[in-house]
């Protein structure tokens, strides 16, 4: 059978500390040490991927059945959302709360597939986040806005590819939550950096679809507040109907 790989182990729980840690330091402001920890969290998860493609040279049969960590929900919750100036006026509103990770209880926790692309996942959108408050607020196109709508892009692409496994429970209800946010956020990246106005609207359309099918259990489970969801529900609101430019 496979030996046990304590430098594997660690890896997976570097993915988690280091992820989790830098929410710490973003919802303290210290964005800069907030991505620090997130490169290297990036870094951990290309490290679990490399080797599960070794894993997935070998035989299932040479593998012991304690080797992945069963029944393992990646997500633990939302951040609180960055502290900010007040909005200004005609510029749409960024959901900023961040994805916290669970821990593997399990002695022998190596991940699978479906795992490692769940931390990616996470490090991506909270990567783009983190760009994205970054970003010129008055909307300006910078350095960090370019990252963090590939960002944005790279973590929908990796949510699509997820949402079509076979998931249930909390995990799946954090990714509705997450399509919320990656739909509204690109939104406010159209809108406010872009000017992209038609794109902006089918985004926040999506958006808003997506918090009535989630609204009552969001606020039920304290996700967001009713302050935030209404902030958000009125970005649609701001984006300039007519004379949109077409992307």
């Known amino acids: 059978s496979i030996s046990k790989s304590p430098i594997f182990i660690s890896s997976m729980d570097s993915v988690i500390a280091f992820n989790n840690k830098g929410v710490s330091f973003y919802e303290q402001g210290e964005l800069e040490r907030a991505s620090t920890c ?39 919750g939302w951040s609180e959302p960055l502290s900010a100036d007040e909005s200004q006026e005609g510029l749409s509103v960024v959901f900023t709360r961040l994805l916290l990770l669970n821990t593997c209880k399990s002695s ?40 963090a709508y590939q960002g944005y892009e790279q973590a929908f692409i990796t949510y699509q590819r997820l949402s079509n496994e076979d998931i249930s429970g909390s995990f799946s209800y954090h990714l ?36 009535m099918i989630i609204e009552k259990q ?21 984006v300039p109907v007519a004379a949109a430019p077409v992307a």
Do not use: W
């Open 38 to 76: 997130f490169s290297n969290a990036a870094l951990s998860v290309g490290y679990l991927r490399e080797r599960a493609d070794n894993f997935d040279d070998l035989s299932l049969d040479d593998m012991d059945d304690d080797s992945f960590c069963h029944h393992y929900d990646p997500i633990k």
């Open 176 to 211: 509705q939550i997450l399509k919320l946010a990656l739909f509204n956020n690109m939104g406010v990246l159209y809108h406010n950096n872009f000017g992209r106005f038609r794109d902006a609207i089918q985004c926040f359309k999506s958006s808003r679809k997506q918090m």
């Open 218 to 238: 969001l606020l039920s489970d304290k996700v967001v507040t009713a302050n935030e969801l209404q902030q958000l529900s009125l970005n649609l609101l701001v």
């Open 108 to 147: 022998n926790n190596e991940p699978s597939y479906e795992d490692i692309d769940a931390f990616a996942l996470v490090i991506l959108y909270n990567s783009a986040v983190l760009n994205h408050a970054h970003s010129n607020s008055k909307g300006q196109i910078s350095t960090s806005t370019e990252a």
